[in-house]
């Protein structure tokens, strides 16, 4: 509550992981978004849920009565029977879905970056076109691939791009933005540092590009 | 509490979702698992866990202190920097990990049963190569595809098969274990039956293989 306090003025939204909310459980994370809201935050829930339509369905529900405002999706589970009836149910409460399409570390080049034998393209392409024909509401690419983030902003200019991986895993403010970021994400440079306000602020400023 | 009390005959292990989770909280959680070990039944989280190192680290740390023995990973994430430092801190710790290889839905065949360029592989075959090579302690492979139980159990006969979507979703306890599972996941057929404990034990008969 103190750290959203302290930075909020350099954010824009904040993101909450499993590991918090598995150990608080609902009524605890409610308190943490009522705090958030209290301090104009949109609240995104990371679950990169990626299950059966009954099972997604059954876990937005649970997000949204904590108060989230969107929630990230993994679009490895696919449309049909999975993430359909999910986005469709979320934008039907006004809620936001976004969608996974190239991760932050090393390993994410294993899947997401395979090729394909249809269309001649990459699982992150795939992914992309996807988030764009399901109509998600935005793409998280990691900032630690300027390379993929500039193609996918290229491919669906439209899409929104959230970009993680920015100071601890190596990703930089200004190149993620440079490349189309839209958005970034950043952890543990802000919870981890001695002067969270100043860190916050140090990495607004350093993403504009003016 | 009295579900697991009623079924406990039929059933080898419990597996919990994230709905339950995140609704009830690491406390509540542990008092569930604490009843599910008084009536020897091994408990699986089904996270479908894919995230980066650090963050699928204090997920798991938190499913283990709930008390589960394993958890399930989705391995669209990768092993560098992801799922590698997980399976071998769960594997110190006594734990294991279970691989989500080919789900029960049918949007499974978009992502999972995509054709890859190398090795001519389909997706569903690299998580498989990938379950092996990382040491998990089982696959999961939906009910619904029994052709891709075979496959599976063919390519990796070492390797446990769990196979969810027996009843509901259309998949049959005897096809599943007749091409190769090892274990079947049944969630609603059991749980809102009017009388679990006979829905469990009719579904335990039906699947003995002579």
């Known amino acids: 509550m103190r750290l959203l306090s302290q930075t909020c003025e350099s954010l824009c939204a904040v993101k909450l992981g499993l590991p918090l909310m598995l150990t608080l459980g609902l ?46 999706i993994s679009p490895v589970s696919g449309h049909d029977g999975s993430h359909k009836a999910l986005i469709e149910a979320a934008h039907s409460r006004g809620k936001g879905i976004i969608s996974l399409c190239y991760m932050s570390h090393p390993g994410a080049k ?21 988030a764009a024909m ?19 902003k290229r491919l669906y200019p439209n ?11 190596g990703g930089s403010a200004k190149g993620a933005v440079t490349a189309g970021a839209d958005y970034l994400i950043v952890g543990r ?16 400023r350093s993403s504009w590009v003016g």
């Not at 690419?141 to 193609?151: K, L, M, Q």
């Not at 440079?189 to 607004?204: G, L, M, T, W």
Request: charged share 25%; net charge negative.
């Open 27 to 72: 009524k605890e994370v409610s308190q943490i978004l009522t705090h958030s809201k209290d301090l104009s935050l949109i609240s995104i829930a990371d679950v990169k849920l990626n299950d059966i339509e009954n099972t997604n369905l059954a876990v937005a529900d649970t997000l949204w009565r904590m108060g989230f405002d969107a929630l990230i």
């Open 110 to 130: 294993e899947v997401y970056g395979a090729a394909l034998e249809n269309r001649h393209e990459r699982m992150y392409e795939k992914f992309m076109r996807y």
């Open 134 to 152: 399901w109509e998600c509401d935005g793409a998280v690419v990691g900032a630690t691939s300027v390379d993929i983030i500039r193609r996918c």
């Open 159 to 169: 899409l929104d791009i959230y970009s993680p991986g920015v100071g601890v895993q």
């Open 189 to 204: 440079s802000i919870v981890a540092a001695s002067d969270p306000r100043e860190a916050s602020e140090q990495i607004r």
